[in-house]
């Protein structure tokens, strides 16, 4: 995982600003016994929405993610979950993520790194929408490894 995200960052079109603990967390929509381990990056993208896709694909499959692997166990999985303040809805790409509000794993890493940052759909913030979580699934922060640009 601590690979994929040094190859985002190694894009040059990307800026990293922020990185959050480890988190290890239960499935949510998947049928499997493993646990997961997640996290979130924030940073600046200066090229197309579709075209951060591309480089997130291409990143997952360096890292041999299958293109089937929907609902099973994967290799790496990179989700654009905000992209500033737009909305985004075409084939295979829907900005923001459609399903965060339900999924604990993405909000946890999420409040540590941005939790002022909006989702436009709902006009509510990370934390607004964080404490008031009723899905199911739970987190274990397992590193103290966050980073924001801002701080250090």
């Known amino acids: 995982m601590l690979a994929g ?4 960052a190694g894009i040059p079109a990307f800026g990293l600003t922020a990185l959050s603990s480890l988190y290890e967390t239960s499935p949510v929509g998947i049928s499997t016994e493993n646990f997961f381990v997640n996290m979130a990056c924030a940073g600046l993208w200066r090229l197309t929405a579709t075209d951060l896709l591309a ?11 299958p293109a ?33 509000h339900e999924r604990l794993f993405v ?21 607004e929408i964080y404490r008031n979580f009723a899905g199911e699934g739970w987190v274990r922060r397992i590193s103290g490894r ?7």
Do not use: F, Q, Y
Request: charge should be negative; proline fraction near 8%.
């Open 146 to 152: 966050a980073w924001n640009r801002k701080t250090t």
């Open 68 to 100: 089937s692997t929907v609902t099973r166990d994967r290799t790496l999985d990179i989700d654009i979950v905000l992209l500033g303040g737009e909305i985004i809805e075409e084939p295979g790409l829907v900005i923001p993520h459609p399903r965060m």
């Open 55 to 65: 480089a997130c694909r291409d990143i997952e499959r360096k890292h041999g993610r």
């Open 107 to 127: 909000l946890a890493p999420l409040m540590e790194i941005c939790p002022w940052a909006v989702d436009p759909s709902s006009g509510r913030s990370i934390a």
């Open 5 to 8: 995200v040094s190859d985002i």
